[in-house]
């Protein structure tokens, strides 16, 4: 149950768009439409963003907006806000009858 | 509202046992799936271990196998996690989370320290 590959962070400055990257391999990400995606800010639980590759919960932004392609899982942030700054951690069911977090990322707001 | 208030946490020697509980409200518990995931200091999310509405299918980590068990109670709208043989490597706090879609955690608790 290795860790999905997220970059350690990702930058941008308001209003621009980030892409943050979660890489798997066929056993979780590629072979399941079952990616999740985490926000977290210091000492918060984390919070759904999206799930289901892009599918958004009642109340996230639009701003938010996820996709897949093989075994690589993307979020998008446009618009980037201050309050966008956290840590974003994507998620996969596996082949395991398991799940498995990525390493996570910081997003910095310039 | 939606509510998961886990409670249990605390200091406990190497070896040791604690049991974690994850009271929920706010929602039909006895139809959603349950997890338990952690987080050590400074670090990332790791999931720790699942189980089905009614209790009778459960999967964990590599790392907690043997010495964890998930359980709920569906009258008492109650999650729990029992840790056994407990290392410093357990040292975490631990979240519960509710899936109503099986596949995402939808909410989460605000979890309970736990030290080793």
């Known amino acids: 149950q290795s860790a999905l590959t997220q970059p350690a962070s990702v930058s941008g400055s308001p209003g621009q768009s980030i892409t943050i990257s979660c890489t798997g391999t066929?056993?979780?990400?590629?072979?399941?439409?079952?990616v999740s995606w985490y926000q977290q800010h210091p000492g918060k639980a984390p919070k759904l963003m999206i799930y289901?590759?892009?599918n958004r919960p009642s109340g996230v932004s639009n701003r938010f907006s996820g996709s897949k392609s093989g075994n690589t899982a993307s979020l998008t942030i446009s618009g980037l806000q201050a309050e966008d700054e956290a840590d974003y951690y994507c998620?996969?069911?596996?082949?395991?009858?398991?799940?498995?977090f990525g390493t996570g990322t910081e997003v910095i707001v310039l | 509202e939606v509510q998961l208030v886990e409670s249990g946490g605390g200091l406990v020697q190497p070896g040791g046992s604690l049991r974690l509980s994850c009271a929920a409200s706010?929602?039909?518990?006895?139809?959603?799936?349950m997890h338990w995931v952690r987080q050590a200091p400074g670090k990332g999310l790791v999931w720790v271990s699942r189980?089905?509405?009614?209790?009778?299918?459960?999967n964990y980590a590599d790392s907690v196998t043997g010495r964890f068990t998930i359980s709920r109670d569906n009258a008492k709208n109650t999650l729990y996690l029992q840790m056994n043989s407990l290392r410093a490597e357990d040292t975490a706090v631990y979240y519960c989370?509710?899936?109503?879609?099986?596949?995402?955690?939808?909410?989460w608790g605000q979890g309970t320290l736990v030290t080793v």
């Open positions: 989370g509710r899936a109503p879609l099986v596949t995402a955690i939808h909410n």
């Open positions: 706010g929602f039909t518990f006895s139809s959603d799936w």
């Open positions: 189980i089905t509405n009614d209790g009778r299918g459960a």
């Open positions: 066929s056993s979780d990400v590629g072979g399941y439409d079952y």
């Open positions: 289901d590759v892009s």
């Open positions: 998620y996969s069911y596996t082949s395991r009858y398991s799940y498995v």
